[in-house]
């Protein structure tokens, strides 16, 4: 009867070893789940980014971030899932700069705008108080 046990126990270890190994083959499949949530994070962030003004303010910026999206495309479809969620980001963080260089020419030509303002009238006031 021991030599049965025995054979019963080695079994059993060797059917867990065999899930085991199963389960940890199709774990290291799943591991890195695919990045849904990047990928629409970076489609919103270049949409919004897609306007005219960024277009004429951070041309460079905004084909990098479309290009890096792209890539994130061709990579999920290749299911190369870690590198579809590096591109994601980037292009995220990408078409957030391409925003922020746009913003900052707007901002800049609106303070030149207001300082040629400024400066008409401090010539104005110049003029008729020298009359």
């Given amino acids: 009867m021991k030599k049965r046990s025995n054979v019963q126990g080695t079994a059993a270890v060797a059917l867990l070893a065999a899930v085991s190994a199963v389960g940890l083959t199709l774990s290291g ?42 890539s994130a495309r061709a990579a999920l479809a290749a299911d190369d899932r870690e590198a579809a969620r590096r591109y994601a980001e980037q292009a995220t963080l990408d078409a957030q700069v391409a925003e922020l260089h746009a913003q900052t020419q707007r901002s800049l030509k609106s303070a ?20």
Avoid: F, H, Y
Avoid at 37 to 64: D, H, I, K, N, W
Avoid at 113 to 131: F, H, P
């Fill in 29 to 70: 499949c799943a591991s890195v789940p695919v990045p849904m949530e990047q990928m629409a994070v970076a489609e919103a962030a270049v949409a919004r980014a897609s306007t005219t003004s960024t277009g004429e303010s951070a041309p460079a910026e905004l084909r990098l971030a479309s290009s890096k999206l792209a």
């Fill in 112 to 131: 030149q705008e207001t300082e040629d303002a400024a400066r008409v009238l401090r010539e104005e006031i110049n003029r008729k108080t020298v009359r």
